[in-house]
């Protein structure tokens, strides 16, 4: 088994899969790295791939407002999946991904990897119940981050 093979079969999200499946998806599996400082992707743009952090972190952030500096939602590591948004239409990123540190990731083609739960909609079940806990993370965060979230208002106000 190759380095990729064993990285993607071992991981959480894919753990447990058909042999085929795990073939299937690393078909078009690579490595990639991106330098300190580097936008991964950035909010709103169309979503084709994820990636399995290996090493280094990676920040999610969104704008609350043009005049305001992004906030920073979830910071990423080890083992962390990075982006969902090729899973549901419109298949945008939902936040900006900007590399903190030296990072090194498994980029995973997304667009594939939907054209195949299309085709098989037991893979699709498969990977929807899996990729569930990953979105529940960013949305935990989200409401962790939410500012609005620390002021509390009196009933009358």
């Known amino acids: 088994m190759g380095k990729l093979e ?5 991981h959480y999200c894919f753990k447990g899969l058909d042999q085929n499946y795990l073939d299937m998806i690393t078909e078009k599996a690579s490595d990639v790295s991106f ?5 991964i992707f950035g909010e709103n ?4 791939k994820f990636y399995i952090i290996q090493e280094g972190i990676v920040a999610l952030e969104t704008t609350l407002a043009p ?3 992004p906030i920073t939602i979830q910071m990423l ?7 969902w948004g090729w899973l549901f239409p419109p298949y945008k990123a939902h936040f900006d991904s900007k590399a903190v540190a ?6 995973l083609d997304g667009a594939f990897i939907l054209k195949k739960c299309e085709e098989d909609h037991d893979l699709g079940y498969e990977l929807i119940k899996r990729f569930a806990f990953v979105m529940q993370q960013r ?8 500012p ?3 002021v509390v208002k009196s009933k009358s106000d």
């Open 6 to 10: 064993t990285i993607i079969s071992e």
């Open 45 to 48: 743009e169309k979503a084709e």
């Open 139 to 146: 949305l935990q965060a989200v409401r962790l981050q939410n």
């Open 102 to 107: 030296p990072t090194k990731a498994v980029s």
């Open 77 to 83: 590591g080890e083992g962390d999946i990075l982006g």
């Open 35 to 39: 330098d300190t400082g580097e936008l």
């Open 148 to 150: 609005n979230m620390y």
């Open 67 to 69: 005049d305001r500096d």
